[in-house]
C-alpha cells in the first residue's frame, strides 16, 4: 500500500514538472516571438524617415501626410508595453497605407530606384511582421488554453503564471503598390 501511495506522488510531481516545464517553454516561446515582431518593428521605424525624405521630394505639398507618418513613427518606437506595441503598430500602418496611396499618385517617385528599393524592403519587413504576430498569437492561444485547462491551471494558479495577450491588429496590410 506504501509503494502505491509514493508511486502516486511521484506520479503527481512528474505531471506537474511536466505542465510547469510546458508552460514555461511557452511563455519563453512568446517572449522570444514578441522579441521578434519588437525587431521587424524597428526595422519598419529605421526604413520610414528614409522614404518620407525621398517622397517630400516629389510631393512636398502633401506634408500632412508625411508629418502624420513621422509623428505615429516617433509614437511607435517610443511604445514599450505590448499593449501600446500593438495599438501604436496599428496606426502607423494606417498612416503608411495613406502614405502609400498619395506616393502612388507620382509616377516619376515610383521610379526612383532608391524609392522603390526602400519600398520593396518595407513591404518585406511587413510579411515578415505579420508571420512573427500570427507565431506570436499561435504560442500565446496554446499558453492560454493549457494554462485554463483542468488540472494544468492548478500548476498555472500555483506558480502564478501570467495571462499573456494576444496580437491583435486590424487588416492593415499596406497595399499591392507597383513597383
Wanted: no cysteine.
Amino acid at each position: 500500500m506504501l509503494y502505491i501511495i509514493i508511486g502516486l506522488i511521484l506520479l503527481a510531481l512528474v505531471w506537474s514538472m511536466v505542465v510547469f516545464n510546458t508552460l514555461i517553454r511557452l511563455h519563453t516561446e512568446a517572449s522570444e516571438a514578441l522579441s521578434l515582431i519588437d525587431t521587424f518593428l524597428k526595422k519598419r521605424y529605421d526604413l520610414i524617415p528614409n522614404l518620407v525624405t525621398i517622397a517630400k521630394e516629389y510631393a512636398s505639398h502633401e506634408q500632412e501626410v508625411f508629418i502624420k507618418v513621422a509623428e505615429l513613427r516617433s509614437h511607435s518606437s517610443q511604445a514599450a508595453t505590448p499593449q501600446e506595441i500593438m495599438a501604436s503598430g496599428v496606426l502607423l500602418s494606417q498612416a503608411l497605407i495613406s502614405f502609400f496611396g498619395v506616393v502612388e499618385a507620382y509616377p516619376e517617385l515610383m521610379a526612383n530606384q532608391q524609392f522603390r528599393r526602400l519600398a520593396l524592403s518595407l513591404i518585406s519587413i511587413e510579411k515578415d511582421l505579420t508571420k512573427s504576430r500570427r507565431y506570436y498569437n499561435g504560442v500565446v492561444r496554446e499558453y492560454t488554453s493549457l494554462s485554463r485547462q483542468f488540472p494544468h491551471l492548478i500548476i498555472a494558479h500555483l506558480f502564478q503564471f501570467q495571462a499573456l495577450s494576444f496580437f491583435e491588429t486590424t487588416d492593415t496590410a499596406l497595399p499591392s503598390i507597383s513597383l
